[in-house]
């Protein structure tokens, strides 16, 4: 069955629907990509209830298997979780582009079971446009909701079906392309260099600055060129960090609610500043708070919403660039990790998400995630363990 097979057969059974429930991550991409599906429900007139969870944890799933719904969309996760989701009474459809699959009875639409990579070439969102598309080709002016999932997943440059998606947006007119430096929560400067916004500044001043810092070119050249303007008039990166900073500070409704209604932008501008300088206050000390091993780098983090921001903060800006970082949340009696890496370490061999799969499962606990970036949960008491396994695994990775 190819991929647009799959899409239409998760496309019948949600136009057959009276109602979905949607289970979808916290992260710009899940909200983005529900923000697609929603819109796409709301026109057809198909009830729908939507939550947002931080991980699929055997809680939520059991939750679900309670309420007994007769159809249950699982967004941005839910591969993963594929031996629990099975026991789930209701018809489930499963959009999801990470690497931990195996096929199954359940529709699951994820780009790995067709040779398109989940990491650089379809996200969430992604996947959301084009089930939405498949369910009515006017769904197509929401392609603004599409790009901003695909940047907030880090998918850049564009590549393979976000590609696709994105030059068939413009040829339609539903997006727009500017030349220039879009600025917001990154790049980040060690220095007071007052630099965000949507503003022009010098572009060599901007590449003298982060060179300094010893960023990577990588890094440095996705802040320059072209940027992305929907319906929503604001560029698809700040978007992003707007539906970002919704989820990051448990606000996940009133991300969704601008996907639904671009009047409430304002007030998601106003909640993504606030995060930016809650951010920033944090990432300013994280020199001093950084341990390193032989090949990883880590540091706890007092705010888990924070730790997955300010580990890429400090992996992209801040730490030596030949290790990944990890940073380490303990919440209740579980110790949460979020790691980043950069395209320089993956085409040298990291694979986050097998380290850290490895490792937590190893311990009783799970993870999972992408090559460049991945998470994990184990038991508070279980981090010096978990840290050097993952500083063994990634070590082997770099040979």
């Known amino acids: 069955m190819s991929l647009h097979q799959r899409i239409k057969k998760a496309s019948d059974l949600i136009l057959n629907a009276e109602d979905v429930r949607i289970i979808s991550h916290y992260?710009?991409?899940?909200?983005?990509?529900?923000?697609?599906?929603?819109?796409?429900?709301?026109?057809k007139k198909i009830k729908f209830h939507a939550s947002f969870v931080k991980s699929l944890g055997s809680k939520t799933i059991d939750r679900i298997k309670n309420e007994k719904n007769p159809l249950v969309l699982?967004?941005?996760?839910?591969?993963?979780?594929?031996?629990d989701i099975e026991d789930v009474k209701s018809t489930v459809i499963i959009l999801d582009h990470h690497a931990q699959f195996r096929e199954s009875k359940i529709v699951q639409i994820n780009p790995h079971f067709f040779g398109i990579s989940g990491t650089d070439e379809a996200c969430?969102?992604?996947?959301?446009?084009?089930?939405?598309k498949t369910m009515d080709e006017k769904n197509s002016d929401l392609v603004g909701l599409c790009v901003a999932g695909i940047v907030g997943d880090k998918q850049i440059p564009f590549k393979g079906l976000n590609k696709e998606i994105v030059e068939e947006g413009i040829k339609n007119n539903f997006i727009r392309k500017e030349k220039g430096l879009s600025l917001g929560l990154e790049?980040?400067?060690?220095n007071d260099f007052n630099a965000t916004g949507n503003k022009r500044f010098d572009d060599s001043m901007i590449i003298m600055l982060l060179l300094k810092q010893n960023v990577k070119y990588d890094v440095i050249e996705k802040f320059f060129g072209t940027y992305y303007i929907s319906e929503y008039e604001t560029d698809a990166?700040?978007?992003?960090?707007?539906?970002?900073?919704?989820?990051?500070?448990?606000?996940?409704g009133l991300g969704l609610e601008i996907c639904l209604n671009k009047k409430m932008l304002k007030e998601g501008l106003?909640?993504?500043d606030e995060y930016e300088k809650e951010v920033k206050r944090y990432a300013s000390n994280l020199n001093d708070e950084v341990k390193t091993m032989n090949h990883i780098q880590y540091f706890y983090c007092e705010k888990p919403n924070l730790s997955g921001t300010l580990a890429g903060m400090g992996m992209a800006y801040l730490f030596d660039q030949e290790k990944p970082t990890l940073a380490l949340s303990k919440v209740n009696n579980l110790l949460k990790?979020?790691?980043?890496?950069?395209?320089?370490?993956?085409?040298?061999g990291l694979d986050l998400a097998d380290a850290l799969k490895a490792s937590a499962e190893s311990l009783g606990g799970h993870g999972g995630g992408h090559n460049i970036?991945?998470?994990?949960?184990?038991?508070?008491?279980?981090?010096?363990?978990?840290?050097n396994m993952v500083d063994n695994i990634v070590g082997e990775q770099l040979k």
């Open 373 to 387: 970036a991945a998470g994990a949960t184990i038991s508070k008491d279980k981090d010096e363990e978990f840290l």
């Open 187 to 190: 790049p980040f400067f060690k």
């Open 27 to 43: 992260d710009a991409d899940g909200i983005a990509a529900a923000g697609i599906l929603c819109n796409a429900f709301f026109r």
């Open 337 to 348: 990790v979020s790691s980043r890496g950069t395209g320089y370490l993956v085409d040298k």
């Open 124 to 132: 969430a969102s992604t996947l959301s446009f084009l089930l939405a």
């Open 237 to 252: 990166l700040t978007f992003s960090d707007v539906l970002n900073a919704c989820g990051r500070t448990d606000d996940e």
């Open 270 to 272: 106003r909640i993504k």
């Open 74 to 83: 699982f967004l941005d996760m839910g591969s993963g979780q594929i031996d």
